[in-house]
């Protein structure tokens, strides 16, 4: 088991626990250990495996060797991607500034000072009007009803007020 471990523990640090479970099962968990803040959460997955006593000494050994062949690509993948990241930011950062330089170096048109320029005349900008908070007890502005909507809002006034007087529909009908 720990041959298994070796190539693992050369990375990091490793948490192992063995339990009894019930009747004759046993739990062993191998917990990778973080190596410092901020590293992929990915690289820390636990394993569990629970069996009997014969069951984990036959199977245990493969299962730690797929496990840490899985976490140990897992990392080289994790690695290689930074480098490719941190690359391309560098040339992204020497492509800006190669477009900054060539910016900075076109020719200025010169300006004749003997003559003034007449300067554009553009029409005056509206001055925006500042929005205005609405206070918990400010009146709300009216809003104006359509026709249509104040002929619907009375007949509903209406029918609720038929109905008060002579009382629910459907009570006079179960009454009869």
Not at 110 to 137: C, H, I, M, N, Y
Request: hydrophobic share 40%; charged share 30%.
């Amino acid at each position: 088991m720990f041959k298994e471990l070796a190539p693992f523990l050369r990375q990091r640090a490793v948490l192992l626990t063995v339990t009894h479970i019930e009747d004759d099962q046993i739990r062993v968990n191998v917990i990778p250990q973080k190596i410092r803040d901020g590293e992929n959460a990915a690289l820390t997955t636990p394993l569990s495996v629970t069996g009997t006593a014969e069951e984990l000494d036959h199977e245990l050994p493969s299962t730690l060797v797929n496990f840490v062949g899985a976490h140990l690509g897992l990392k080289n993948t994790l690695d290689r991607v930074k480098v490719e990241m941190d690359a391309a930011a560098k040339a992204a950062q020497a492509e800006a500034r190669s477009k900054n330089k060539s910016a900075g170096t076109k020719a200025v048109p010169k300006v004749d000072f003997a003559k003034p320029a007449e300067a554009p005349k553009s029409a005056p900008q509206p001055v925006p009007q500042p929005t205005r908070t609405v206070g918990l007890f400010d009146a709300p502005e009216p809003v104006a009803v359509s026709p249509v909507d104040r002929d619907e809002e009375e007949e509903i006034l209406a029918e609720t007020a038929e109905q008060d007087e002579f009382g629910d529909e459907d009570q006079v009908d179960d009454a009869a």
